[in-house]
């Protein structure tokens, strides 16, 4: 069965730094390389956001909100994205989803291949 697994969340205070982790194992996403992935974040009320997503050949793409202070990676051999936040703001506070899917992900919506992780909450003091 798949699992995707996010982890390294917790508080900081405005200007810190956090690392998110993405675990994703399973047999349909044994090839990590072919995988698409994204992060989604979430304020109480609100439908998910998109804050940065990589795709299989390596191209990236962000929110303005995050744009210069936010860097997603992926780790193919370990089966597993990041997210590394600097500078962040009061505003990032919010909880953070991964996501993964075998076609591309566009507005939040995932393909009946795809798989969200569980929420990581992220809060920001100012």
């Known amino acids: 069965q798949v699992q995707v697994v996010g982890s390294g969340g917790g508080s900081v205070q405005a200007g810190g730094s956090l690392r998110l982790s993405c675990a994703t194992s399973g047999y349909a996403y044994r090839n990590y390389t072919a995988v698409y992935l994204r992060w989604f974040r979430q304020y109480p009320g609100m439908e998910r956001e998109g804050v940065a997503g990589i795709d299989p050949d390596g191209t990236t793409s962000y929110s303005n909100s995050v744009k210069g202070r936010f860097t997603i990676s992926r780790d193919d051999a370990k089966n597993t994205l990041y997210l590394q936040m600097t500078s962040l703001k009061p505003e990032d506070t919010a909880m953070y989803y991964c996501?993964?899917?075998?076609?591309?992900?566009?507005?939040?919506?995932?393909?009946?291949?795809?798989?969200w992780g569980q929420g990581i909450q992220v809060t920001v003091s100012s």
């Open positions: 996501a993964a899917d075998l076609f591309p992900i566009l507005s939040g919506r995932l393909s009946p291949a795809g798989a």
